[in-house]
């Protein structure tokens, strides 16, 4: 990107794509948009990226100053990588190419969808008008990862980490919630099947369900 191919233009989108425009490199934006990883926890989320490939997106996220490296602390110890607030100011881009993305034809809708991503879908596709009156907090709890969300005044906001006495604990994987939220799936077939798990308002529960409605397909 910043260091090989370049599109030799003096546009600021040209240039944009220099810097996060090869293959995976937004992705990678996507995978640290929830708070910085370990390599080994970006390629749980990005199964279908080799090592040597990742490794080499990271290499140039960091040139270009999109992503950082951090070591932290004993006991942990460990180096994480993490974006940096110019980084961070990609979540728009991701966020409008998802929304684009969605309107696709040949969207495959009902594939598998990584923790991370069905977040950042929920932040996407939010809208307040069908989330109405709705006034709850929730976590989510997905695998071993945890999330605080809450739906207020209009405004949807989701951040990793534990509740705090939410109104609706949901449990289940990414695609058994996708299913749910995104192609109306049936929560008592789910939650029958053991896919799915809803703890305290169940009504809160279901207008949450409701609240990210996809956007119309384009026109084939």
Known sequence: MAT??????GCAAAHALDLVGERWALLVVRELL???KR???????MPSASPNVLSQRLRDLEVAGVVAKRR???PAASQVYEL?????DLEPVVKALGRWGARSPAMPHGQILGTDSFILALRTMFDSASAGKLDATYELRIGDDRFSASVENGEFEVERGNGDRP???LEGDSSALAALVFL???LAELEKAG???VEGDRAAAQALFGAFPLPEPAAA
């Open 4 to 9: 090989t191919r370049t599109y030799g233009e």
């Open 34 to 36: 929830l708070g910085p």
């Open 39 to 45: 390599f080994t926890d970006l390629r749980r989320g």
């Open 72 to 74: 932290l602390p004993p």
């Open 84 to 88: 940096t607030d110019w980084g961070v």
């Open 167 to 169: 109104d609706v604990v």
């Open 184 to 186: 109306d799936g049936d």
């Open 195 to 197: 896919d799915v798990k």
